[in-house]
């Protein structure tokens, strides 16, 4: 199984502070990961999908990027509403596998 | 507008069964593999089983094969989750989810094995 190693665990961050969020993979996966967004009692909503590309109607402070097996997730001005959890999600080969997730709070 | 709903969750004992449901609308159900992907406590996601657009191919992780079941009903846009000898393990909150991209999930629903 692919493992995802994701970090932080838990981010304290101000608002319009940029924000970057990293998954790090255990073999290569080319672009096929994918960014969530998850608040809590809600559905999970896709930001990213194959590593760069924002998910129609997600804000274009969003941001993928990749190099080798290491994935970014940037937010380059925190908003309040962006208060959340995140998690990527490899879809590369089966068992697909998630990241730990990054608790994202208000300094 | 793309919407997944679950339903069938609660409190079960251990070796008990649950079905859970997962109404779908929004999208052309039958065109889509689906999934059903868990959280436990405080622990991360882990993807439990998927189907095929007609039903004919289903996989699953180690951790739940020979006890967990998916199936889909087509006809009525419904995708099912049938767990058998429930442990306290498969204590977690469920989400359907549209498979390969996994684009659009549900709110989840919370299965509790507890005696």
């Known amino acids: 199984d692919i493992q995802v190693t994701q970090s932080p665990s838990s981010l304290l961050a101000s608002l319009g502070e940029r924000v970057t969020i990293t998954c790090q993979t255990s073999?290569?996966?080319?672009?096929?990961l994918n960014w969530y967004q998850q608040k809590p009692g809600q559905a999970p909503m896709l930001l990213i999908y194959?590593?760069?590309s924002l998910q129609t109607g997600m804000p274009s402070r969003f941001s993928g990027q990749y190099s080798g097996r290491s994935f970014t997730l940037t937010i380059t001005s925190l908003e309040p509403e962006d208060i959340a959890n995140y998690f990527c999600?490899?879809?590369?080969?089966?068992?697909?596998?998630f990241g730990a997730g990054t608790k994202l709070e208000l300094k | 507008e793309v919407q997944l709903v679950e339903s069938g969750g609660g409190l079960v004992q251990p070796g008990r069964s649950l079905k859970l449901s997962c109404a779908a609308s929004?999208?052309?159900?039958?065109?889509?593999?689906m999934a059903w992907v868990r959280q436990a406590p405080k622990k991360g996601l882990e993807w439990v089983a998927t189907i095929s657009t007609s039903g004919s191919r289903t996989y699953y992780p180690d951790s739940v094969k020979g006890r967990f079941t998916i199936s889909r009903d087509n006809a009525k846009s419904s995708l099912y989750l049938q767990m058998n000898s429930l442990k306290s393990e498969d204590t977690a909150t469920y989400y359907c989810?549209?498979?390969?991209?996994?684009?659009?999930w549900g709110q989840g629903v919370m299965v509790t094995v507890s005696s």
């Open positions: 073999q290569s996966i080319s672009n096929n």
């Open positions: 999600l490899q879809h590369y080969s089966a068992p697909n596998t």
């Open positions: 929004g999208f052309t159900f039958s065109n889509y593999y």
């Open positions: 194959y590593a760069t």
């Open positions: 989810a549209r498979h390969s991209s996994y684009d659009y």
